[in-house]
């Protein structure tokens, strides 16, 4: 992607929030960054690893930490499997939700940075948790 030059490494968001940039916090966050979608544990982990040992419970757990430090964050599919995504996409810091796209042939998960979550009202006393709008449909590599 074009705007992948302007993007933040991952060595400079750690060091932006004064976090210890372990190897694994810096690949993962590394991976989440370069990629195009949403990635599973598995995926990641598959990423990560290139040839070396990742472990799963590090890894699972640096994930979460990236959640918290909202340097990612998580949504499930369809399918309840948790997908993960850098929280910041070419550069540009996520403001508040914004809406996913799956796709229901492939399990795809993308962001759409551009489209905001709308804020819906709620009856009184009625408190919010998360709210997650899913464009559900067909990606082009499954349109194609
Ligand atoms: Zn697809
Ligand atoms: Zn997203």
Redesign the pocket.
């Given at each position: 992607m074009s705007t992948a030059a302007r993007a933040p490494t991952a060595e400079a968001l750690l060091a932006a929030r004064g976090a210890r940039a372990t190897r694994t916090r810096l690949r993962a966050l590394g991976v989440l960054l370069a990629a195009r979608e949403a990635l599973t544990h598995h995926e990641i982990e598959r990423r990560v690893g290139r040839g070396q040992d990742v472990d799963r419970v590090t890894l699972y757990r640096v994930l979460e930490w990236l959640v918290e430090q909202e340097l990612a964050h998580k949504l499930a599919g369809e399918d309840r499997v948790w997908r993960y995504s850098a929280a910041d996409h070419g550069g540009r810091a996520h403001a508040g939700a914004h809406a996913h796209f799956e796709?229901s042939?492939?399990g795809?998960v993308v962001c759409l940075d551009d489209t905001a979550v709308p804020s819906v009202a709620l009856p009184r006393g009625f408190r919010r948790r998360e709210v997650e709008v899913t464009v559900k449909g067909?990606?082009d590599?499954?349109v194609r």
């Open positions: 796709c042939d492939c795809r067909s990606c590599d499954c």
